[in-house]
């Protein structure tokens, strides 16, 4: 049963451009959550999706970031013109349901450089 | 808003010794979950320990066990006979049990060297 697969593993912008990151969950799992974690600093929120819905985005910046979990496909984080700031590791994690409480999968992370 | 204090930074130990990273956190919940999650040179995020606030027993893991104060909203790790393995940087965690979303509050970390 393969865990949360995430790619790319590593991503190299330069500012302005867009940034894709793609998010497969576990086998069984409908429930996706996007965290983001700077340098030397743990994990920070950004959004929980459903299929098709997202439940809290709370976390996300209020431009140039969105995030989807389309009915076919992996869950999408898009960073558009992406600035400096934006390089960080993006993790992706998935449940089975959104109980509280049920164990989050991570996957390996996304890594992205701006330059 | 949750919040979750890892005050140490940075410790070091010999390989073989017991080790206990601190961790405290902020809430007015009264059920909640705690966590604790290994970061090796990986990257890749592992789950060492889960504790549910409404349990009165601490949680333990093989090597790894967990000193829960719900009083002092404490909630220490500590590893027995540590390995080299254990290397790695550690993040305590805090999720509410009910209203919302699966959403972990992360402290910011402890990095544990054991040295052989």
């Known amino acids: 049963n393969a865990g949360v697969m995430q790619n790319p593993r590593h991503l190299v912008r330069r500012r302005g451009q867009e940034a894709r990151l793609r998010c497969s969950p576990m086998?069984?799992?409908?429930?996706v959550y996007w965290y983001r974690q700077l340098p030397e600093e743990g994990l920070k929120f950004m959004v929980y999706?459903?299929?098709?819905?997202?439940?809290?985005e709370s976390g996300m910046p209020k431009e140039r970031f969105s995030a989807e979990f389309p009915k076919e496909g992996p869950s999408i984080l898009r960073i558009q013109q992406v600035v400096r700031g934006d390089s960080a590791a993006y993790f992706c994690?998935?449940?089975?349901?959104?109980?509280?409480?049920?164990?989050?999968?991570f996957g390996e992370g996304s890594w992205l450089t701006v330059v | 808003a949750q919040t979750v204090t890892q005050s140490q930074p940075e410790m070091s130990v010999q390989d073989a010794e017991t080790v206990t990273l601190s961790c405290t956190y902020d809430?007015?919940?009264?059920?909640?979950?705690l966590f604790w999650y290994k970061q090796p040179p990986s990257r890749q995020m592992i789950l060492v320990i889960r504790?549910?606030?409404?349990?009165?027993q601490n949680a333990t893991e093989n090597r790894f066990s967990v000193n829960f104060q719900k009083a002092a909203k404490s909630f220490s790790l500590k590893i027995s006979d540590s390995q080299l393995g254990d290397t790695a940087m550690y993040f305590c965690?805090?999720?509410?049990?009910?209203?919302?979303?699966?959403?972990?509050?992360f402290g910011q970390g402890t990095r544990l060297t054991i040295n052989p």
């Open positions: 994690a998935s449940s089975p349901s959104g109980t509280s409480g049920n164990t989050i999968y």
């Open positions: 086998k069984g799992h409908s429930h």
């Open positions: 999706l459903q299929k098709e819905n997202i439940i809290d």
């Open positions: 809430t007015s919940e009264n059920n909640y979950y």
């Open positions: 504790q549910e606030a409404y349990k009165q």
């Open positions: 965690a805090f999720m509410k049990r009910f209203g919302g979303a699966q959403k972990l509050v």
